[in-house]
């Protein structure tokens, strides 16, 4: 994957979410696989500031790789989405919300080589499928 990937959370998330993924899957640092980057934005910050940070970093990635970036966010209309959003009008950028570890962990074992737009279909797909009625330990009354 050439693509790299900013996953942009409140607090802490996308930093953990990114650790599990490398852990479950034995990735050691983001040189062994994709190029995958957490940004954690502080829970206090204000829309211009997350914007601001937001886009410091997409520009920093696309100019480093030259393919765009892909953004995950936690959850659609949230600071940091609308932010990515807004960045992502002036930079190249796709923006996925919703964010999961099955996506994340996916990625890390070896996301397909693909552009910027492909690459957010598959992963959108990817998180879709992850997200499973399991059980529901409940008994439902006859209809």
């Known amino acids: 994957m050439t693509v790299p990937v900013l996953i942009v959370s409140h607090g802490g998330l996308a930093r953990e979410l990114l650790a599990s993924a490398k852990a479950i899957s034995g990735q050691r640092s983001s040189a062994d696989n994709a190029p995958i980057h957490a940004l954690c934005v ?3 910050a204000g829309r211009e500031q997350a914007a601001s940070l937001i886009e410091a970093r997409i ?3 696309d100019q480093e790789h030259g393919s765009g970036v892909l953004i995950l966010t936690e959850m ?3 600071t940091p989405c609308n932010s990515a959003l807004r960045a992502a009008g002036v930079a190249r950028a ?3 919300t919703g964010v999961n570890l099955p996506m994340v962990l996916s990625l890390c074992c070896g996301a397909p080589d693909l552009d910027l737009p492909d690459l ?3 992963i959108w797909s990817c998180g879709r499928k992850s997200i ?3 059980a529901t330990g ?3 009354p006859a209809k």
């Open 94 to 96: 796709a923006v996925v």
């Open 138 to 140: 409940l008994a439902r």
């Open 42 to 44: 502080d829970w206090r």
């Open 120 to 122: 957010a279909d598959w």
């Open 76 to 78: 659609f209309g949230d």
């Open 132 to 134: 499973q009625l399991a």
């Open 59 to 61: 520009r920093q990635l």
